[in-house]
């Protein structure tokens, strides 16, 4: 059974940093894109960011390119999100999804239970 | 402002056969295939439709979509209480290099 459990999310000051994470399980991890899409409450969905099955290639919105930075450890399983100069407008649930396919354009056929960001003074 | 657009929202009667549409451009529909995205009230999304009319093991075949030219359509038929839901559907964008969503319908079941 293929899960994704994001971890990270919290409450942070307009400016701060957050780091996410995201363990996956249940498929070779490492064979496959990852990124991450954001709700913001009562909104529709976005897209963040992705990176490809090695690594090598890597894509971001450009509300959040220049401040996050999405990285993934193939030996460990595990998907992150550093995200510097917070603002306001990045308040969202954070899901981590699995791509199926090598590039993150191809569509999400698993996406985790998300993780909550909340960015206010 | 999302660059696939659909209708805010839809509603139908149980049994009914509804229709969600999703409107874009040469630069994503156009030339891109179209997935759709089911996500129940308080739940994550889940994939519903990809490659413009595939259903992924386990979907009911009362959701079926369709793509022709830079506009989608999902459908669903035989509507039941528990398909109320908000639909989103997405594409790659050439122009933006980006996946895409549309800015989701939400679907009432009267």
């Known amino acids: 059974e293929v899960k994704l459990v994001e971890s990270g999310g919290g409450v942070v000051r307009p400016g701060g940093s957050l780091r996410l994470s995201c363990a996956a399980s249940?498929?070779?991890?490492?064979?496959?894109?990852v990124g991450w899409v954001r709700q913001a409450p009562g909104k529709g969905l976005e897209w963040v960011c992705g990176i490809s099955w090695n690594g090598r290639t890597i894509g971001y919105a450009g509300p959040v390119k220049g401040r996050f930075s999405i990285s993934r450890d193939n030996a460990n399983n595990s998907l992150h999100l550093q995200m510097e100069s917070l603002r306001v407008e990045d308040t969202a649930l954070y899901y981590c999804?699995?791509?199926?396919?090598?590039?993150?354009?191809?569509?999400?056929?698993?996406w985790g239970q998300g993780t909550l960001v909340i960015v206010s003074s | 402002q999302s660059v696939l657009t659909q209708p805010p929202s839809a509603s139908g009667t149980p049994g009914q056969r509804v229709t969600i549409s999703c409107s874009g451009s040469s630069s994503n529909i156009g030339s891109n295939t179209v997935h759709w995205y089911q996500q129940l009230p308080g739940t994550a999304p889940k994939l519903l439709i990809y490659s413009n009319d595939q259903r992924p093991s386990g979907v009911p075949d009362r959701f079926s979509g369709s793509k022709s030219g830079t506009s989608a359509s999902l459908a669903i038929s035989g509507l039941q209480s528990e398909d109320e839901a908000n639909y989103y559907c997405a594409a790659w964008d050439d122009t933006l290099s980006s996946p895409e969503f549309g800015g989701g319908t939400k679907l009432t079941v009267l």
């Open positions: 999804a699995k791509v199926d396919g090598e590039l993150w354009g191809d569509e999400i056929d698993y």
């Open positions: 249940g498929f070779t991890f490492g064979d496959y894109a």
